[in-house]
């Protein structure tokens, strides 16, 4: 219905705005296509249309002498006349009139393309899908407006879709998505999935074939399209064929600084991988300012993971060389220790981001030189922008989203959802990422609410609205019965806050922020009488002390996280008798980031990062200790489990599932 909405407008934009562009295009000059007084009385149409009179414009439009039309004349009329039949949902007449429009509008390119995609989108409404096709592509999309342009290609790839036609539906998405003039443009359009998953299906010389058909287009998204083949020549083996579509992605699409880039930086990245030193790891941590005393403690995390193999080895020592610079608790500090330590110690991996807020840097620095980067916190990218060449220790918001949206959690908790996030990069990463899988895995999404600043302590305001508290004027037929029922109570509970019923169309929410917002957003929930039973799930920083407190008085919080029980009793009794404190969540992370690496580095003989990244593209599984990653899609999901927050106690999803089962 949305998309219907839309059409109309577009079609009714030729009375609005469009009627004297029309009249400059074409073949010949204004005066050969249309008369000043045809102009004059199209105006007054126009201006009867604007009042909403469409019975007047209609009129004013066949009262038109048409002996004394000029042909193009009598095909812009009869256009007009459609479309106005076709706002009115008269798609038969409107079928007629554009029909008759194509007659006599030859002479005018841009008149008739507008025509044919008027006709198709009225086929379209009719149901008339084989018709609608045909009429479309007897169009010539060049000569239509920008936006014109755009309604053009997205209605083709509707149709192409609808009727199986695979290279069109290709061509209709490049087409559609082709003026976008950026990279982020592109990516966070919801045609571009459809448009990647469809085109890497196909074959090389498919792909190529393509590529060389939109040479002359100058599409951003070409230039890219043609960057992200030449990455898997490379990888392939096929070095030859990578260096020569380079060459032609900077020949044709030069003007496009972010591909450039793109290719510069995978360039670099090749002439690089020679100089490698596959035991140098760079460590790069705040050990200054503010952030020092966490620094520390993951440095230390990091000694008790060489000292914990050495003597489980008989005295034997890992191999490494470790280089360890301070980021000073900045992000563009740490990303240039992170290039010294690449150009000048030539080190296969760095260890580093500790918080998010560097963790982001760090590794796009790292990754636009062709190394491995062990993150010690989430890092805030959209899944497109993260490669294999990244493994995150806490876990990916990929990997609690992917979790989240697993069989056993669904049928547990529903296939309706709403999710609550912090306009931030990391709520944008998450929300993202929740939608992209929901509709893979067939689960609605029915709210989504965001807030701006993550400091308040406040949050009625969101949760209200998305329990649709709002938005009374949708619902005041509710309002106003509820509102009498209320004035006529005799006792009014002081508690009670507002008059609506919460609307509550969902099974569960998601709620991806740190503890202390969770403990002012879940009361929120029952403020404005939501049943405790709902569940709350949040993210992995969920397992904290201070909710599991608070978990005495909110009955249903969840989050996703590590399955703690990967690290044994044996390893803590280790820890505190070596430094005489048990390991806590930083130096966990920091112990962890070696077993991560010495599991993909042990027993590798490489001498060059080309080898080491095919060698790392191919692997797919890697272990730590506090869990398994596996790689899906070049990204490396990190193994994580549901936890039930219930009255000071963690408790695993699968066991409150297996316990129901066998109750049942």
């Known amino acids: 219905m949305k998309y219907f909405t839309s059409l109309i407008f577009v079609l009714t934009l030729l009375l609005f705005n469009s009627c004297s562009g029309i009249s400059m295009l074409g073949g010949g000059q204004k005066s050969d296509l249309y008369s000043e007084k045809f102009l004059a009385d199209v105006q007054l149409v126009k201006e009867s249309y604007r009042k909403g009179e469409s019975k007047k414009a209609l009129t004013l439009l066949q009262q038109m002498n048409q002996e004394i039309l000029l042909p193009t004349e009598k095909g812009f009329r009869r256009n007009l006349i459609g479309v106005i039949y076709f706002s009115e949902g008269n798609f038969e007449q409107a079928v007629f009139n554009f029909d008759q429009a194509l007659a006599t509008s030859r002479l005018d390119d841009s008149l008739t393309s507008q025509i044919y995609l008027n006709l198709a989108g009225s086929y379209f409404k009719l149901g008339f899908n084989e018709k609608a096709y045909a009429s479309i592509i007897s169009g010539k999309p060049e000569f239509l407006q920008d936006k014109e342009r755009e309604k053009y290609f997205k209605l083709r790839f509707k149709l192409a879709q609808e009727l199986g036609n695979e290279n069109d539906i290709i061509y209709s998405l490049i087409n559609f998505l082709g003026p976008k003039s950026t990279i982020n443009e592109l990516k966070s359009n919801s045609y571009y999935e459809t448009m990647l998953s469809k085109y890497l299906r196909l074959s090389s010389s498919e792909k190529i074939k393509i590529l060389e058909e939109f040479e002359e287009s100058g599409f951003l998204l070409v230039g890219y399209l043609a960057y992200i083949e030449a990455e898997k020549y490379y990888y392939s083996g096929s070095k030859g064929e990578a260096n020569d579509v380079l060459y032609w992605v900077k020949k044709h699409f030069g003007q496009h600084q972010e591909v450039i880039t793109l290719v510069d930086n995978f360039t670099n990245r090749v002439e690089n991988y020679a100089r490698l030193e596959i035991n140098n790891i760079g460590v790069v941590l705040p050990l200054s300012g503010k952030n020092k005393v966490y620094g520390e403690r993951a440095l230390l995390g990091i000694d008790s993971a060489l000292k914990k193999y050495q003597e489980d080895n008989g005295g034997t020592s890992l191999p490494y060389k470790l280089f360890v610079k301070d980021s000073e608790a900045s992000g563009v500090v740490?990303?240039?220790?992170v290039k010294e330590l690449i150009d000048k110690?030539?080190?296969s991996v760095v260890i580093g981001g500790l918080f998010s807020s560097e963790s982001l840097e760090e590794y796009r620095e790292a990754r636009s030189k062709g190394v491995i980067f062990i993150s010690l916190s989430q890092v805030y990218l959209p899944r497109q922008e993260k490669d294999h060449l990244l493994i995150e220790i806490p876990g990916s918001i990929e990997s609690q989203v992917a979790e989240l949206f697993t069989d056993q959690m669904i049928n547990h908790f529903g296939k309706r959802s709403a999710i609550i996030y912090p306009e931030n990069s990391k709520g944008k990463a998450y929300v993202d990422e929740f939608w992209r899988v929901?509709?893979?895995?067939?689960?609605?999404?029915?709210n989504v609410m965001s807030f701006r600043d993550e400091k308040i302590k406040d949050f009625r305001d969101p949760v209200s609205k998305l329990l649709g508290l709002k938005y009374t004027r949708m619902r005041q037929e509710e309002y106003d019965l509820m509102q009498e029922v209320y004035d006529l109570e005799k006792r009014r509970s002081i508690r009670r806050v507002q008059v609506l019923k919460p609307d509550v169309d969902f099974d569960w929410v998601f709620v991806p922020v740190?503890?202390?917002?969770?403990?002012?957003?879940?009361p929120s929930f029952t403020y404005f009488d939501v049943s405790s039973k709902l569940p709350i799930i949040g993210d992995a920083s969920w397992r904290s002390n201070s909710l599991s407190r608070a978990s005495e008085k909110f009955r249903n919080i969840y989050f996703v996280g590590d399955d703690v029980t990967n690290i044994s009793s044996q390893f803590t009794q280790w820890f505190y008798n070596k430094y005489n404190q048990p390991p806590r969540l930083i130096e966990l992370r920091g112990h962890d980031s070696v077993v991560v690496l010495k599991n993909i580095l042990s027993d590798l003989n490489v001498t060059n990062r080309n080898d080491l990244d095919i060698l790392l593209r191919s692997r797919k599984e890697v272990y730590g200790l506090t869990g398994k990653w596996s790689?899906?899609?070049?990204?490396w999901l990190k193994k994580l489990i549901g936890h039930h927050l219930k009255?000071?106690?963690?408790?695993?999803?699968?066991?409150?599932?297996?316990?129901?089962?066998?109750d049942n």
């Open 438 to 446: 929901a509709k893979t895995k067939g689960v609605e999404i029915n």
């Open 345 to 347: 110690q030539f080190v």
């Open 647 to 662: 009255r000071g106690k963690i408790i695993k999803v699968r066991d409150e599932i297996a316990a129901k089962t066998m």
């Open 334 to 337: 740490g990303a240039h220790a």
């Open 631 to 635: 790689q899906d899609e070049g990204v």
């Open 514 to 522: 740190k503890p202390l917002n969770a403990q002012q957003i879940i």
